[in-house]
């Protein structure tokens, strides 16, 4: 007999969302059969089988959300083993997760354990999940008032829901205030401020909002950083890339501006390699290879896959790369090599409209480039006013690794290739 547990998808992961079954008890599966899918915070991945067998039992429910790593989550019986029995209970009235097109977030604390079982006023037990305790201790829902439509009478998560529904928002500020540790006034910090309470719909957030703000606000405490900015000219990319689209369209690729600057910073990147570095405790991690991960807005979050050895691609490959790592992000189809592990990031808003921004270091790269958008200005050349297309960009960087007199080197090498692009055409 054979557990099969809940596979770490990523070096970060701590747990995830059984998305899906590709197999139920009595299926005989292969080494290498695909049997479920797994969410965590960044993509949607399949587990495949390790060994071959009879599936004799189903541990965790299709949709159970905070499923942690290393627990079992099927049994798998060997060829000519005998099953084990099936455990006392077994995952009921999990949590179900939404799809990622309309996920709706979850909350951004801890989750506490689920209070006791209640008592009826009898003082026999009143038999519930518990999901369905912590649920209704956050909503203010009474047990003693709820008929539970489970096994045998036990009260589910839906049986709360549907009894939750005309509960006051106060009460269920007070209750989760109460069971899930958080101090009082930071729940109700929105009514000290004035903001009374049923004027808003509060949002939990979702495993991916959670990882992005841990990772974000540990960045923003333990990073000294510090921007750099620097104006560019690109009209002669914009001659460029028509050029190069035209040619192209054949083939069906277009070369974004975005496309133009992942492979300009990384050719800038070989030329200043002080910048293209990584902060250790043991020291200065010098990356041999400009890895650039690009910022990809998504359903609930933000994610950066990479392209791989930027430096060695040409403008085609980069286009070809990047969207598909962009289209398979918001699908959440990623492998966790696909996201992690880049040594330097490009961010752009251009398309918004936003003209200068400054992001947040993605750690433990060295720096992070923010890339405005393209507007028309006037500047001064050879003492005459021209109109020009000019864009802004800004270098932050992790001053451990990346001094000012090297961010300034890395954009001293960048300017001249995005505005004489014909260089990276080599």
């Not at 949590?95 to 309309?102: D, E, L, M, R, T």
Request: with cysteine; glycine share 8%; proline share 7%.
């Amino acid at each position: 007999m054979t557990d099969i547990l809940m596979p770490a998808l990523s070096p970060t992961m701590e747990e995830g969302v059984l998305a899906k079954w590709h197999v139920k008890v009595g299926d005989v599966v292969s080494a290498g059969d695909v049997i479920a899918e797994i969410e965590t915070d960044k993509a949607t991945m399949e587990v495949e089988a390790v060994d071959e067998g009879e599936i004799t039992d189903i541990l965790v429910a299709e949709g159970t959300e905070g499923v942690k790593v290393n627990t079992p989550i099927a049994r798998l019986k060997d060829e000519g083993g005998a099953a084990a029995p099936k455990p006392a209970t077994k995952v009921e009235d999990a949590p179900k997760a939404a799809p990622a097109a309309v996920e709706a977030p979850k909350a951004s604390v801890p989750v506490a354990p689920a209070p006791a079982a209640p008592k009826s006023d009898s003082g026999a037990r009143i038999f519930s999940s518990p999901l369905a305790r912590r649920i209704a201790a956050q909503n203010g829902v009474d047990l003693k008032s709820v008929k539970g439509t489970g096994p045998h009478g036990r009260i589910v998560k839906r049986d709360v829901e549907s009894a939750g529904k005309g509960a006051q928002p106060a009460a269920a500020t007070t209750a989760a205030a109460a069971t899930s540790g958080i101090a009082p006034r930071q729940v109700q910090s929105l009514a000290q401020m004035g903001i009374p309470d049923g004027s808003y719909d509060l949002i939990p957030l979702d495993g991916m909002k959670k990882a992005v703000a841990r990772r974000m606000v540990d960045s923003i405490q333990n990073v000294p950083h510090f921007p750099l900015f620097i104006d560019v000219e690109i009209d002669q990319l914009m001659a460029v890339r028509a050029k190069v689209n035209k040619m192209l369209e054949p083939q069906g690729i277009k070369v974004s501006v975005n496309d133009f600057v992942i492979k300009a910073a990384a050719l800038a990147l070989k030329l200043v390699p002080e910048a293209n570095a990584s902060y250790t405790p043991e020291g200065i991690a010098m990356h041999h290879n400009a890895d650039v991960s690009m910022a990809v807005a998504i359903d609930g979050g933000l994610i950066t896959p990479i392209i791989k050895k930027a430096e060695t691609k040409g403008l085609a490959q980069i286009a070809t790369e990047s969207k598909d790592l962009a289209k398979r992000a918001r699908e959440r189809k990623l492998k966790p090599e696909e996201f992690q592990g880049g040594t330097f990031s490009v961010s752009n808003l251009g398309m918004f409209g936003i003209k200068q921004f400054t992001s947040i270091i993605n750690e433990p790269q060295g720096c992070i480039m923010s890339v405005g958008a393209g507007e028309q200005r006037a500047v001064v050349r050879d003492g005459q006013i021209v109109p020009a297309t000019v864009m802004t960009v800004t270098l932050t960087c992790d001053h451990r690794v990346v001094d000012g007199a090297t961010g300034a080197r890395f954009l001293q090498a960048f300017k001249p290739l995005i505005e004489d692009p014909v260089a990276m055409l080599a």
